[in-house]
């Protein structure tokens, strides 16, 4: 065995807690650990992918992008085959319009995971190199094959500054709104110090004991790191509240000890653009639905965990 296998690593404990099968026995005895101290970090793990998969619905549905960047991506799978599971971003994006995504991840497992993942996906790579290296990352050729950075890039940071330094945030998001052209977007999640901090510290003091920084942040802080980009409505929210109140949802889905929004890169000078309702967005993804011919509708099954589905998927459910 490698000695990266050793060695917990984040995406492979998230794996594990969310029912998958790509782990070993270093991710499987932190997990444990982990799970002694907060018992709900299953369930908000679940809120924090339904959270990503309604963002990126919206930011193909709503702000029309079709370009995605998921950093930190986590295991990639095949949704037509793990029906149970939220959408990953090609498969959500799919529904609104035709996607190109670049999935990113230094997890050697994630890589190879994500390579067979996506084998018979058009427009679409799987790119192991530091999030963090901006530039390196914009200027790798297999991005460069599937991203064009001149027009509008959304890129999704799900869980994942909260694995960084302050300044590693910070410049990240930076960056970012630095190397990316006006219309571009950015979707965050971040675990919050907000509710329940004292199993917070815990957490961190647990993954600091294997070498990995946690740094769960306030609200505040959150929204500083988020810097130059331009939260849509309703901005900083807890996931599950985004980006309206479910009528139905898991028990504590408002304590899921984290924070999310989208937030725009907006052209210097210009005014805010109104958000559109919840309405205009499932009508978007009900005319793309219904536009397409037979031989094109999509295999995958949504995501249907009894009482938490989100507008969008309702809407599927409503075309079919």
Same mark, same amino acid.
């Given at each position: 065995m490698p000695d990266w296998a050793e060695q917990p690593a984040v995406a492979r404990i998230t794996d594990y807690l969310t029912g998958g099968s790509d782990h070993f026995a270093a991710d499987r005895r932190l997990a444990e650990q982990l799970g002694q101290v907060a018992p709900w970090l299953p369930q908000i793990l679940m809120i924090n992918r339904l959270y990503g998969q309604r963002a990126v619905e919206y930011m193909a549905g709503t702000l029309g992008i079709a370009q995605f960047m998921d950093l930190g991506c986590g295991m990639p799978y095949n949704?037509?085959?793990?029906?149970?599971?939220?959408?990953?971003a090609y498969d959500a994006a799919s529904f609104v319009c035709t996607p190109r995504v670049v999935y990113v991840d230094n997890d050697p497992v994630v890589r190879g995971h994500a390579n067979m993942a996506l084998t018979e996906l058009t427009g679409t790579a799987a790119v192991g190199t530091d999030v963090r290296q901006v530039s390196r990352l914009l200027g790798d050729k297999a991005v460069m094959s599937v991203i064009d950075i001149s027009r509008p890039v959304a890129v999704l940071c799900h869980? @994942? +500054?909260?694995?960084?330094?302050?300044?590693?945030? =910070?410049?990240?998001?930076?960056?970012?709104?630095?190397?990316? /052209?006006?219309?571009?977007?950015?979707?965050v999640s971040h675990a919050t110090t907000d509710t329940a901090p004292e199993v917070m510290g815990e957490?961190?003091?647990?993954?600091?004991?294997?070498?990995?920084?946690?740094?769960?942040?306030s609200r505040d802080h959150i929204g500083q790191i988020l810097g130059p980009w331009t939260p849509v409505a309703p901005g900083l929210v807890t996931p599950a509240q985004w980006p309206t109140p479910p009528d139905h949802a898991f028990p504590?889905?408002?304590?899921?000890?984290?924070?999310?929004?989208?937030?725009?890169?907006?052209?210097?000078?210009s005014?805010?653009?109104?958000?559109?309702?919840?309405?205009?967005?499932?009508?978007? @993804? +009900?005319?793309?639905?219904?536009?397409?011919?037979? =031989?094109?509708?999509?295999?995958?099954?949504?995501?249907?965990? /009894?009482?938490?589905?989100?507008?969008?998927?309702?809407?599927?459910?409503?075309?079919?």
């Open positions: 949704s037509s085959a793990c029906p149970s599971k939220p959408l990953h869980d @994942l +500054l909260c694995w960084m330094t302050d300044e590693d945030a =910070s410049n990240l998001v930076g960056n970012l709104h630095d190397r990316l /052209p006006p219309g571009s977007a950015i979707s957490l961190a003091g647990l993954y600091a004991e294997h070498g990995i920084v946690f740094r769960p942040r504590g889905a408002d304590q899921s000890h984290a924070y999310a929004a989208v937030a725009l890169h907006r052209p210097a000078g005014a805010p653009a109104a958000r559109s309702s919840s309405r205009s967005w499932i009508s978007s @993804l +009900l005319r793309r639905r219904r536009s397409r011919p037979e =031989s094109e509708a999509s295999p995958i099954q949504p995501f249907a965990e /009894p009482g938490f589905v989100s507008s969008a998927t309702a809407a599927r459910w409503v075309a079919r």
